[in-house]
């Protein structure tokens, strides 16, 4: 079975500086997608970034980036110049074969003024 | 465009009762997931919903269940509620089986206590 592990249960960054969050899967599968959410405290769930796990190249959004590691079944978040509005839990999310969105634990981040 | 929008906002039940959660998906959309987000235990996978059918279920026991309408708007029905219910119910739409990279959009949640 798929599993998703966010082994971060919070982190902190100062404002303006670069943090990674990261998320590890277990699968058996070799087509499938890798996604990042945000919950701010209004709960309302935002999709940050997606990547395709055929595509070797890291996807990229504006401040947010990836490091996946299909081999090392890694898929990190990288946040660069933090802002204050980028406090919330994040959530690692892979959608499998049976179209199933399996999510991690998540990780509340902190953004110090 | 509406988003996903769930009802009721907030749903307080005493144990042994029954809560009904609903959700309405994007327009045009025909797949609903649903989620449990206890405290500190992330989301935990419910039930989708597909074309009206139950595509997948999570490790829930059988009081938890669900139907999708004609519509595609979707019921949550949790019987003899516990008091390990109480939770954050997260309903999610995603265009369904035809698009494997769908995004998924997500509703506000249902706060249901059980007390």
């Known amino acids: 079975a798929q599993t998703v592990t966010q082994s971060q249960p919070e982190m902190s960054v100062q404002e303006a500086e670069t943090v990674t969050l990261s998320c590890t899967y277990d699968?058996?599968?070799?087509?499938?997608?890798l996604f990042w959410y945000k919950q701010p405290p209004s709960r309302q769930m935002i999709l940050v970034i997606r990547q395709e796990a055929y595509k070797q190249q890291n996807a990229t959004e504006n401040r947010f980036s990836v490091n996946f590691q299909k081999a090392a079944k890694s898929f990190s978040l990288k946040i660069s110049d933090s802002q204050l509005g980028d406090a919330a839990m994040y959530f690692c999310a892979y959608l499998s074969g049976t179209y199933k969105y399996i999510f991690g634990t998540g990780t509340r981040l902190k953004v110090l003024a | 465009e509406a988003g996903v929008t769930q009802s009721p906002t907030h749903l307080i039940k005493t144990r042994g009762q029954q809560a009904t959660l609903r959700c309405s998906p994007i327009s045009g959309h025909t797949s609903v997931y649903w989620y449990q987000q206890a405290l500190g235990l992330g989301l935990q996978f419910l039930l989708w919903?597909?074309?009206?059918?139950?595509?997948n279920r999570g490790n829930f026991p059988p009081r938890f269940s669900g139907r999708q309408f004609p519509n595609y708007s979707s019921e949550l029905n949790v019987n003899a509620l516990e008091l390990e219910d109480s939770a954050l119910y997260l309903c999610a739409s995603s265009s369904g089986v035809q698009l494997m990279n769908t995004e998924a959009f997500f509703g506000q949640g249902t706060r249901l206590t059980v007390v």
């Open positions: 699968t058996s599968e070799s087509d499938y997608y």
């Open positions: 919903y597909d074309e009206g059918e139950e595509r």
